[in-house]
């Protein structure tokens, strides 16, 4: 894993790496509205996050997620707020964007294993 200074430069990096579907958080899914895809968490798994602090406000949190289906055969980015902004669904979705994540993992460090 990669160590970034700022959210710009991980996602321009994921994107010379392939990751180029722009991909969003609806609800209970991840859409890549471009290509009219709409998966659930089996769907895709996540290859790489990095997480961000605000600048003014360290509980002003994203996290850069490299997300790849095999599926829809697509490598995409997802950015997502986390700490004050985040979205606390109880889902699938989220379950699976916070699964290994630590409050110390910031930029990408090494997690913890399993």
Same mark, same amino acid.
Request: aromatic share 10%.
């Given at each position: 894993?990669?160590?970034?200074?700022? =959210?710009?430069? *991980?996602?321009?990096?994921?994107?010379?790496? /392939? !990751?180029? +579907?722009? =991909? $969003?958080?609806? /609800?209970?899914?991840?859409?890549? &509205?471009?290509?009219?895809?709409?998966?659930? +968490?089996?769907?895709?798994?996540?290859?790489e996050?990095?997480?961000?602090?605000? *600048?003014?406000? #360290?509980?002003?949190?994203?996290?850069?997620?490299?997300?790849?289906?095999?599926?829809?055969? =697509? &490598?995409?980015? =997802?950015?997502?707020? !986390?700490?004050?902004? *985040?979205?606390? $669904?109880? $889902?699938?979705? +989220?379950?699976?964007?916070?699964h @290994?994540?630590?409050s @110390?993992?910031?930029? /990408?460090?090494?997690? #913890?294993? *399993?």
């Open positions: 894993m990669k160590n970034y200074e700022t =959210l710009v430069d *991980a996602t321009n990096d994921l994107m010379k790496r /392939g !990751y180029e +579907a722009n =991909l $969003s958080l609806e /609800g209970d899914t991840v859409q890549d &509205k471009s290509r009219d895809i709409i998966m659930t +968490a089996d769907d895709f798994e996540i290859d996050f990095y997480r961000f602090e605000g *600048a003014s406000n #360290p509980a002003d949190t994203s996290i850069v997620y490299a997300v790849t289906s095999r599926k829809y055969n =697509l &490598k995409g980015i =997802l950015v997502n707020a !986390y700490g004050t902004y *985040a979205n606390n $669904s109880s $889902s699938a979705i +989220a379950a699976k964007l916070h @290994h994540q630590v @110390h993992n910031l930029h /990408g460090e090494d997690r #913890p294993t *399993a």
